[in-house]
């Protein structure tokens, strides 16, 4: 997710180094046109919507971003969906990485069919996703579990469609990690929790990091697999999106767009947290 | 003895990794595993670490039996042909990792830490992270590594596989010259027979899950108990139903020499100041003979000639055996 940029190693030309000027670009025609192209599909499809989206937000100055965003039953939302996100982010990121560690490291008969079945929470469209869950925690649930249409529904929610992220970013990295590492480790006296720790948990940052920066956004974001869950009921079990949505079909674009503008705010907030921990973490050991 | 192998086995599945291993290996020694890839040399060096479990046998460290003691508890130093290098730590912190885990104070760590540094010569390479220091620095790293929690054995694991030939000569002798310098009880594997002859105090042929022979490479180079050995310390030929060293055939043009066998020239290839002369006896044998290009010159060998081959006085020789009966350990 990130690259770290080393010091270089000095020259080890003797005399003074000739002074070259680095150019602030390396482009060619082609990689122009490139550039060119990814900026123009980049700005269509998400800076200018985002642009237009802060600029509806601001035009209606401080106050009309900020009375929006202050409404009781708004801030409640904001409040749910947030707390709810981060929560269900922290469970994982402790099981995902636990579940990509059981695929790479354990076999097992069905692990085939585990590594598929990971992937239904991508593959489902959110709305089935509801039904799947309303069905099994839904009023007369078979689980004995009804959490229908109270808060618990929402974390629910999130934790099914947000299952793969962590899962899916650190399955690779897990792959390529060289066991020979853990048994230097082993060799120099690390217990195993030690070796995860000092050894493997750094190695994993980045893919956790990301993962779980991605299980953020889409919790925060997420809307299809909550409306039949949790019922939206105000100061309980109503989310932003929804929030944003009644607030569309008021005609009151100027509160969706303030609403809107805060969660984009939260979650880029999230994603550079994340990346400062990663880095962190990466460095450790 | 530093190291006490005794009936060691070790089967995957169908396959036997290793079968009746007997070894003693002396304290302070510097001893080469040698044996061809998948002979199981690696397996018996796993195994004295403690990262694999032997199914039957024991191994016995510094008269203290380790069969089940885990790998943290052996105290052993472990290089890995592949450096197995800590890539987010800088390299003093790389070497500094066992004593940190063994809680030694800081200033304790810093200090033993430089030592090892310097005798590896890598004091200026101190903050580096491994993936800025080459192949030979990388693993002159690990073995500070190792070295640092002082351990009763190194083991080390093909270390100059991964390396380039000249790097490889180049740590080759100065492995040789820190164990000189350390004196620690060391192992280590590889397939390279011009490498063992040159590092070790003493050779263990490894083949096939079985200990071959053990000696002094001039043991083994002049005394092979067998045609494997032989054939795997250097080239090999055939002459008069012996096995012996191409370059330890005399040859004359005459049948002068009691036992000299006739054979005519086949081939004569010529590789810098080596002759090598491929000749078919009358008997129908192979024989490839060795010389100087001088002495070839002297004797006319060209193809098509006539010459008359002995062994050479001393020169060693094993019975050839073309279906080798496994008879057990030879040591």
Redesign the interface.
């Known amino acids: 997710m990130s690259v770290q940029l080393e010091p270089r190693p000095p020259s080890l030309t003797v005399g003074p180094a000739p002074r070259r000027r680095t150019p602030s670009h390396n482009l060619t025609r082609t990689s122009g046109i490139g550039l060119g192209l990814t900026m123009t599909w980049f700005s269509l499809l998400v800076l200018i919507p985002l642009a237009a989206v802060v600029a509806t937000a601001a035009a209606g100055g401080p106050d009309g971003f900020g009375r929006p965003v202050t409404n009781e039953q708004t801030a409640a939302a904001i409040r749910i969906t947030v707390l709810a996100a981060f929560s269900v982010t922290l469970v994982n990121v402790v099981m995902g990485t636990m579940i990509a560690w059981v695929l790479v490291r354990d076999r097992f008969p069905g692990k085939a069919l585990l590594e598929l079945v990971i992937d239904v929470p991508f593959a489902l469209p959110t709305i089935v996703a509801g039904l799947v869950l309303l069905s099994l925690y839904g009023n007369d649930s078979p689980l004995g579990l009804e959490l229908a249409n109270t808060g618990w529904s929402i974390y629910l929610a999130f934790l099914f469609v947000t299952l793969p992220f962590v899962v899916r970013m650190v399955q690779p990295v897990l792959e390529e990690l060289d066991q020979e590492v853990e048994e230097a480790a082993a060799s120099l006296g690390a217990s195993r929790l030690t070796t995860f720790r000092r050894i493997v948990l750094p190695a994993l940052a980045p893919a956790i990091a990301a993962g779980a920066a991605l299980s953020f956004a889409r919790a925060v974001g997420e809307y299809g697999s909550l409306v039949l869950l949790s019922g939206n009921l105000p100061f309980e079990s109503e989310v932003t999106s929804v929030r944003i949505l009644s607030a569309i079909e008021n005609d009151n674009r100027a509160t969706a767009a303030a609403i809107a503008t805060l969660l984009l705010v939260i979650s880029l907030l999230v994603i550079v947290v994340l990346d400062v921990v990663q880095r962190r973490v990466a460095r450790r050991g | 003895m530093s190291i006490d192998i005794t009936g060691v086995s070790k089967r995957y599945g169908h396959f036997v990794a290793l079968e009746g291993i007997d070894l003693s290996l002396p304290r302070g020694q510097l001893t080469a595993l040698l044996g061809p890839s998948g002979g199981g040399k690696t397996t018996l060096l796993r195994i004295i670490?403690?990262?694999e479990t032997p199914d039957t046998g024991s191994v016995v460290i510094e008269g203290k039996d380790a069969t089940r003691l885990?790998?943290?508890?052996?105290?052993?130093?472990?290089v890995?042909q592949?450096y197995?290098?800590?890539?987010?730590?800088s390299v003093a912190?790389n070497v500094a990792?066992?004593l940190e885990?063994?809680k030694k104070p800081e200033d304790e760590v810093r200090a033993k830490v430089e030592e090892l540094l310097a005798l590896v010569h890598l004091s200026q390479f101190a903050d580096?992270?491994p993936s800025?220091l080459s192949g030979g620095q990388r693993q002159r790293m690990?073995l500070a590594?190792?070295l640092?929690?002082e351990p009763t054995v190194l083991l080390l694991d093909e270390p100059f596989g991964a390396l380039d030939a000249k790097v490889r000569k180049e740590l080759r002798d100065w492995l040789r010259r820190l164990h000189d310098e350390v004196h620690v009880t060391t192992v280590f594997v590889t397939h390279d027979q011009e490498e063992a002859l040159e590092v070790a105090d003493e050779i263990v042929v490894v083949n096939q899950g079985r200990v071959e022979q053990v000696g002094t490479p001039d043991q083994l180079y002049d005394d092979p108990a067998n045609d494997f050995v032989m054939g795997f310390l250097g080239e090999t030929t055939t002459l008069g139903g012996v096995v012996l060293r191409p370059h330890d055939i005399e040859v004359d043009r005459g049948p002068g020499r009691a036992g000299a066998q006739e054979a005519v020239v086949v081939r004569v290839l010529r590789v810098g100041f080596e002759v090598r002369v491929s000749a078919e006896t009358t008997a129908g044998e192979q024989v490839t003979v060795s010389m100087t290009r001088t002495h070839a010159k002297a004797l006319h060998v060209d193809e098509g000639a006539t010459l008359w081959l002995c062994p050479a006085v001393g020169a060693a020789t094993v019975p050839s055996m073309p279906f080798r009966l496994r008879d057990g350990v030879v040591a």
């Open positions: 670490a403690g990262l885990p790998v943290q508890k052996r105290n052993v130093g472990f890995f592949h197995a290098a800590f890539k987010h730590l912190r990792f066992g885990i063994r580096r992270l800025q690990a590594r190792a640092a929690i």
